[in-house]
């Protein structure tokens, strides 16, 4: 928020903000790693930070944004971390929900859904359908993920 603030006072008269931003999520588990502490810390605070990048951008007027969170080569990674990366997709789209539908916020997902876990494919497909039905044809933002 505070950064927001100042990045929207920092902005001349009349420059442009951009429609669409994206954002590769990559780097969480060695971040975690490098200060000692479980790769499952660093994809949470990974999950914070993007929350918080979806706020700022909708605080200054960005209206698509898009997260790329998952590659193919995550999904070679031992299964207990990809088991818990697809754990805290479903987590935060549960938390979430609520506050995309509350700020106009249209979910996405974009890629092949078929490499989800079953339960993760039914929360993207529960989430998409909500923020789409909340949103109507006029959502204040989209985030593709």
């Known amino acids: 928020p505070a950064r927001v603030a100042l990045r929207a006072a920092e902005m001349q008269q009349g420059e442009q903000v951009p429609q669409h931003v994206a954002f590769i999520l990559d780097g969480n588990g060695r971040w975690a790693s490098a200060r000692g502490l479980p790769r499952s810390m660093g994809h949470a605070a990974g999950i914070r930070t993007a929350m918080q990048v979806i706020q700022d951008c909708m605080d200054l007027g960005v209206t698509t944004v898009t997260l ?15 088991d818990h990366l697809f754990k805290a997709f479903e ?8 506050v995309m539908i509350e700020r106009g ?37 989209t985030v593709c993920v």
Do not use: H, W
């Not at 987590?91 to 609520?98: E, H, K, M």
């Not at 997902?109 to 789409?132: N, Y």
């Open 105 to 141: 916020i249209r979910f996405v997902a974009i890629g092949d859904r078929s490499l989800l876990s079953p339960s993760l494919q039914r929360k993207v497909d529960e989430t998409e359908r909500e923020t789409a039905e909340a949103c109507g044809d006029a959502p204040k933002m």
């Open 68 to 82: 790329y969170a998952l590659s193919t080569e995550n999904l070679r990674r031992p299964a207990a971390e990809v």
């Open 91 to 98: 987590v935060t789209l549960d938390a979430q929900r609520s």
